[in-house]
């Protein structure tokens, strides 16, 4: 079974933590930066060769998702966050312990606050602002509502329960 993709660009070269995973058929290509316990899932990419992914522990990058950074904006994920399968985020900061729905689009030089959930299937906007704590639906994406406590509860869990999936598919055994 063929690994992941790990690519230099010139002397960009992507630094992964030894206890981060990455799952085969991923690429991870140019100024990426993975966490400890970060884990990148089937079919996604992470392409850093104008500006800087950084990806923090604990973030699982579900399947198909991508981060792509453009000059002056590098795509940053705090730690613990979440991005939902098939999500993007190009050129934008997501802070601690936020999730990023399935499908949804987070754009450059957007900032999502810490704890914050970006609804499956929208787009938030270039340049815009999340606060902290709230859900926010819709294309445009908009502020719906502050988080309920269920709401917090699944920020809190995923990253842990990706945490132990990567450390599952990490001993799979290929047939």
Same mark, same amino acid.
């Given at each position: 079974m063929a690994d992941f993709l790990?690519?230099?660009? =010139?002397?960009?070269?992507p630094?992964?933590?030894?206890?981060?995973w990455v799952a085969p =058929?991923?690429?991870?290509?140019?100024r990426v930066a993975l966490g400890a316990r970060a884990n990148v899932w089937y079919g996604s990419?992470?392409?850093?060769?104008d500006e800087e992914i950084v990806v923090g522990e604990e973030c699982n990058i579900q399947d198909l998702s991508c981060l792509h950074a453009d000059p002056g904006e590098p795509a940053v994920l705090e730690d613990r966050v979440s991005l939902g399968h098939k999500a993007m985020v190009h050129g934008a900061h997501i802070e601690t312990g936020s999730l990023i729905g399935i =499908?949804?689009?987070?754009?450059?030089?957007?900032?999502i606050g810490a704890g914050s959930l970006v609804a499956a299937g929208a787009v938030v906007p270039p340049g815009k602002t999340i606060p902290s704590g709230v859900l926010v639906a819709g294309v445009p994406g908009k502020v719906v509502r502050e988080l309920t406590d269920d709401d917090r509860a699944v920020l809190a869990y995923t990253p842990g329960a990706y945490v132990e999936k990567a450390r599952v598919h990490r001993e799979a055994r290929w047939i």
């Open positions: 790990l690519g230099a660009l =010139g002397e960009h070269e630094k992964i933590h030894p206890e981060a =058929g991923a690429v991870v290509v140019g990419v992470l392409r850093g060769e =499908g949804a689009i987070v754009l450059g030089g957007a900032r």
